[in-house]
């Protein structure tokens, strides 16, 4: 799965520099509109400080943020022993040096995930409604899923890639409310056309951006749920634990009262949607759990990548190999 991780991250990469590309334009577009000769420059500058400090909060302190926020708690091996086993044995059977901190939130809605910007730093966190309705079998589905989260590298492409679309966000917030509050802005009394032109391009920009930038991380997001499912299965060498625990999510009536928009696509299920409803547009956090469950169950209790593949294929009907390795069907 190594490949796959590297694969990860140059898509990642790939992403990163997409999005960064979309903030600097954004800035560019409504400096030129407030300032034609020198503004262009100037909301490019604002805009990559606006960037860095929000990295650099996400980075010095956003596991922090994210545990906080969701009230999660950190156990030890007395507190629940059986959780605390399991994720030992995951981070084990994953080749990581260091087993992540276990944490537990108290809501009855079962899920969870996976955070922290390095594998040797990294968290993971469970709900006692996960706790309450998982055999042990499900339970290591669900554990092997979030550490493939974690070797795969996935946890610190969410955390960047939410920094950037909460940047883009910020600033377009922040223009559309000024031009709402200044009625057009100052110089709409002045420059003609041509200022006209350039408020519908930087209105139309501030609003198309945030958009776009959200559906190419949401694009990227539900295909690592897959990779983390494909991984998740080969780790366990189970397939149907993790199957049957999806299952059991989607089946469940509780909604996860600290999950928001920003955190939901850190978690194995989207915690926002209702989940007995299939969701398939492009912007969704996640694959349909019944397509996961589906393709986890047509792998016929095999655990390998390819397996899990060809699995992908027969399910979504998709000839082209997505994981690394992966055999394409003929």
Known sequence: MWEVA???QRKSLLLVVVMSIILITLGYVIGIFVEPETGGYVGIAIATVVYFILLFIALSSGKSIILRMSNAKEIQHEDNPVLYNIVEEMSIAAGMGKMPKVYIIDDPAPNAFAAGMK????????????LDIMN??????????????IINR??????????MVASVALISQMFLRSMFYSRGGRRSGGGGRGQIILLIIAIAFAIIA???IRMLYFALSRKREYLADASG?????YPEGLASALEKIGNSTHDLKTADKSTAP???ANPLKPKGRRVRNLTSTHPPLEDRIKILRAMGGNSDVS??????QSVSGKKAAFIPGGTPKS
């Open 136 to 149: 042990r079998d499900e339970l290591q589905g669900v554990i092997a899923h979030e550490v493939s989260h």
């Open 233 to 237: 299965a080969r780790l366990t060498r």
């Open 266 to 268: 850190m978690y194995i």
């Open 210 to 212: 945030p958009i776009a």
């Open 154 to 163: 996935d946890i610190r492409y969410l955390t960047i890639a939410t920094i």
């Open 6 to 8: 590297r694969k990860n």
């Open 307 to 312: 397996d899990y593949q060809m699995a992908y």
């Open 119 to 130: 594998p040797e730093s990294s968290v993971v966190a469970v709900t006692t409604g996960l």
